[in-house]
């Protein structure tokens, strides 16, 4: 079993930045594919970014479209934790993003992640 905590959302001007975090318990935390999705009202949940275990000490990246060149994904094993740095927001941003726990590689869709923590609302004003 593993607990995810999300923190560091809250409400920012557009071109602004945030940082969320998510902390993550048990002991295997580095063998987990951590991911961030969001979800605005009336949407499905999308992908936003993930750092995949590909075995050993090999980790992929991948980010969506969307965000890539102003969010960065990245993870402290030590810590048990993943980041989302988000630079740049704009209000189509404006979601509640949830980390993800995946025990395979396939992080794209909600259904491919075992473990979800609570959500963290982030929202930017125009």
């Known amino acids: 079993q593993v607990q995810l905590v999300e923190s560091g959302g809250g409400l920012v001007q557009a071109g602004g930045s945030l940082r969320l975090s998510c902390a993550a318990s048990g002991r295997t935390f580095r063998m987990y594919s951590m991911g961030w999705l969001r979800q605005a009202p009336g949407k499905e949940r999308e992908f936003v970014a993930a750092?995949?275990?590909?075995?050993?000490?090999?980790?992929?990246?991948d980010v969506a479209d969307s965000v890539k060149g102003r969010f960065t994904i990245s993870r402290d094993n030590a810590k048990n934790t993943v980041y989302l740095q988000m630079n740049s927001l704009k209000p189509e941003d404006t979601a509640v993003y949830y980390c993800?726990?995946?025990?395979?590689?396939?992080?794209?869709?909600?259904?491919?992640?075992?473990?979800w923590g609570q959500g963290t609302q982030v929202t930017v004003s125009s």
């Open positions: 750092n995949s275990w590909g075995g050993a000490n090999t980790y992929y990246v």
């Open positions: 993800g726990a995946s025990i395979g590689s396939r992080v794209h869709v909600a259904v491919e992640y075992d473990y």
